[in-house]
């Protein structure tokens, strides 16, 4: 089967679209391994700002920001680490406990509680953010971990996605187990949660990157290094002018890889989620 | 004891951590927001001033001042442009990789890691490209002969909005075209067919096929892109804090500037009052109006 000129152009933009895709990220990087921050300045009005010689390639600006004591990266690395899995650990088994609650058992209300949760969904967390903040305030919890893991664990949206998929496991399943004197815990956790894996993955990397990538609440519910998220970091090393480029690419560079790791690793169940989301949603 | 009443224990003992977490951190701080926003309270209790009911006055102090309607009108500019072109551009995408290419599924890999880096990163970087000696201006310079001079993207009014607009498109476009091209997918083959044997051109299939077999993916598309648009804030906290003069000021970067850098949480509550009821109506106006679009 021969090639058409369509095929070329096709394979032209899919290219093209390579480059404006990864040509940030590429400047990122290049910028990280730069140690003259002259020469930064001046490559960054050049194709050369997404280049770097690869004879001229230095760790100087890794070094600084690791040993940096005022933006302590790895401290803020582990925060965010620390956080995101507390997060997304407890709230897979609290979100999918309330699921198979609403979607197993027979109660009464659950119809109305069900319309609830779901009503939720539509509440954006920013429009929550000031009453929280004065809550949170009050019992003392401003700059702490807690403070940025008790309220996100529970969450609307994954409780949908689990009982969008509970609802649809057979009836003679758990039948079965509580002919046999099963209780409805053991159906929810040796039976339902095992099978609902693929949502749990939906889940756990939906809920990862929005707590990874949270901004607001952690800019008004931490004040110091000790407690701070990554994104937060950056944003203050940043913000603290005038920028060293170099620095703070190799800043970026450091909190973007575990990130990008994690996506490689599990490409298409990241894709996977998106439409699962949707499709859901 | 009948199945029903032990299902009752049971669902209050499995329920029970999710619901009181639910109560305690979206309904609580829900119906506070309501309250507050009828309160003068503030972040830091001022001995002077005791917190008390103020009424309807933050409400009219935001609906009278130009700051509200400002950021509002800026967050709808910014969601008006966004939703088209970041659509346009994710279906354009979708139906690239999901045409005969070689290593499709390398590309499409490749193209959804702007989505998964975190905003300050990718914020950061475009401010290195939007810089007044940076990639932008010299392609700008370069395309047109040295004719149009250098500008401070960033902080022009006429230009502020758009490269936010840009940047966040570039890291949004990848989800909405995996979705996309979940809905591609979808479509009925058969549809095809029954095109290619009427002899229709490639832009009347898509024009008749694909685009209105994708209904349910366009609402889910516009729905969503709204909503996050109308969100905006860790780029412009970032990059314009709001400015040059109040240009990319949005909703959530004033609910946070009265909120939490002045304190005032009755005011910045009744701002979150009616951030909410935007994002609500214009959803169920949204849902209606692409729903109708099926009869």
């Given at each position: 089967?021969g090639?058409?000129?369509?095929d070329y ?8 679209l ?22 930064i ?9 997404f280049?770097?010689n ?15 004591e005022?933006q302590?990266?790895l401290?803020?690395?582990l925060?965010s680490?620390?956080i995101t899995?507390?997060v ?16 197993r ?7 109305a509680i069900?319309?609830?949760?779901v009503s ?35 969450h609307p ?16 399943l758990?039948d079965?187990?509580?002919v ?5 815990w053991?159906?929810y ?32 519910a931490?004040r ?30 450091m ?17 996977q989620?998106?439409?699962?989301a949707?499709?859901?949603? | ?6 299902d ?19 309904i609580?701080?829900?119906v ?11 972040l ?17 102090r935001?609906?009278t001042?130009?700051?509200f ?15 088209p072109?970041q659509g ?6 979708a139906?690239?990789?999901n ?5 499709r ?5 490749i ?6 880096m975190t ?18 201006n ?12 250098p500008?401070?993207w960033?902080n022009?009014?006429s230009?502020?909005l758009?490269?936010?607009?840009l ?14 091209l ?5 479509i009925n ?15 009347q ?15 889910f598309?516009?729905i ?6 109308f ?6 906290q ?31 509550s ?6 909410f ?19």
């Amino acid at each position: 089967m021969g090639y058409k000129l369509s095929d070329y152009v096709r394979l032209f933009l899919a290219l093209l679209l390579i480059v404006i895709v990864m040509g940030p990220i590429t400047l990122m990087f290049a910028t990280s391994f730069k140690a003259d921050e002259q020469q930064i300045l001046v490559d960054f009005g050049s194709w050369r700002a997404f280049w770097v010689n690869p004879f001229d390639i230095s760790l100087e600006n890794y070094r600084q920001v690791l040993s940096n004591e005022q933006q302590p990266l790895l401290r803020y690395l582990l925060n965010s680490t620390i956080i995101t899995v507390f997060v997304v650990g407890i709230g897979i088994f609290v979100n999918s406990a309330v699921a198979f609650s609403l979607s197993r058992l027979s109660f009464k209300g659950r119809g109305a509680i069900l319309m609830i949760f779901v009503s939720l969904i539509i509440i954006p967390m920013e429009a929550l953010a000031v009453p929280l903040l004065l809550m949170v305030n009050r019992v003392g919890w401003i700059d702490s971990y807690q403070v940025q893991i008790v309220p996100f664990i529970a969450h609307p949206f994954s409780i949908f996605l689990f009982y969008q998929f509970f609802t649809k496991l057979p009836k003679d399943l758990d039948d079965a187990a509580y002919v046999e004197g099963a209780t409805p815990w053991r159906v929810y956790w040796d039976l339902a949660l095992p099978l609902s894996l693929p949502v749990v993955a939906t889940v756990a990397i939906l809920q990862s990157l929005e707590i990874w990538n949270s901004y607001l609440w952690p800019l008004m519910a931490t004040r110091g290094p000790e407690f701070r998220p990554v994104s937060l970091g950056l944003a203050q090393f940043f913000g603290t002018p005038p920028p060293i480029w170099g620095d703070v690419m190799a800043f970026s560079v450091m909190m973007s890889l575990p990130v990008l790791f994690v996506y490689l690793a599990f490409q298409r169940w990241f894709i996977q989620s998106a439409v699962n989301a949707a499709v859901k949603g | 004891m009948s199945r029903r009443s032990a299902d009752m224990k049971w669902a209050a003992i499995l329920m029970g951590p999710g619901v009181i977490l639910t109560i305690l951190f979206i309904i609580v701080p829900f119906v506070l927001s309501i309250y507050l926003s009828f309160t003068n309270q503030r972040l830091v209790p001022n001995l002077n001033i005791p917190t008390s009911f103020v009424g309807f006055l933050n409400y009219e102090r935001a609906l009278t001042r130009g700051d509200f309607w400002n950021a509002l009108a800026n967050t709808g500019l910014f969601v008006m442009i966004i939703v088209p072109i970041q659509g346009a551009i994710a279906l354009s995408v979708a139906m690239l990789v999901n045409s005969k290419l070689p290593v499709r599924n390398l590309f499409r890999g490749i193209y959804f890691v702007p989505t998964v880096m975190t905003m300050v990163v990718v914020s950061v970087i475009w401010a290195a490209m939007f810089r007044i000696d940076g990639f932008f201006n010299q392609a700008l310079d370069l395309l047109t002969f040295g004719a149009l001079g250098p500008v401070d993207w960033l902080n022009e009014k006429s230009t502020a909005l758009g490269s936010l607009i840009l940047l966040s498109a570039w890291q949004g476009f990848p989800f909405q075209m995996v979705i996309y091209l979940a809905g591609l997918q979808a479509i009925n083959p058969e549809l095809y067919e029954a095109a290619k044997v009427e002899g229709s051109s490639r832009w009347q299939t898509f024009r008749h096929v694909t685009f209105p077999s994708l209904r349910n993916t366009h609402v889910f598309v516009v729905i969503a892109t709204t909503i996050l648009g109308f969100k905006l804030f860790t780029q412009v906290q970032l990059l314009t804090q709001g400015g040059p003069r109040g240009s990319t000021e949005t909703l959530v970067m004033l609910i946070y500037e009265h909120g939490f850098q002045k304190g005032k949480i009755g005011f910045a509550s009744a701002l979150s009052v009616l951030f909410f009821l935007t994002v609500l109506i214009i959803s169920i106006v949204q849902r209606f109006v692409l729903k109708n679009d099926e009869a």
